[in-house]
């Protein structure tokens, strides 16, 4: 994972929820990660990653995900194995 990528990922498990993320860094990290991803109807997107299959909406016509996505996006990463630690 580059230094970007790290950066989303770190703002992604910060602690209050941000609602600044971009739905397009995150794919960008999702990717790096080395999801599978795919379109689905309309605005969602289908991801695989380590075995773990989830459904997101793109948002719109915002460009950044909201609290509730978030933490949505956040609990996917985990079920998968990505670990997040902070840095002291």
């Avoid at 795919?38 to 995900?65: D, M, Q, T, W, Y």
């Amino acid at each position: 994972m580059h230094k970007k990528q790290q950066k989303i990922l770190t703002r992604i498990f910060e602690d209050p929820v941000r609602s600044d993320v971009k739905w397009c860094d995150i794919e960008t990290l999702i990717q790096g990660l080395g999801a599978e991803i795919s379109e689905g109807n309309g605005s969602r997107v289908r991801i695989f990653l380590n075995g773990v299959r989830a459904v997101f909406h793109r948002p719109h016509p915002e460009k950044e995900c909201d609290k509730s996505a978030l933490k949505s996006i956040r609990r996917f990463l985990q079920e998968a194995g990505v670990e997040y630690h902070a840095e002291l």
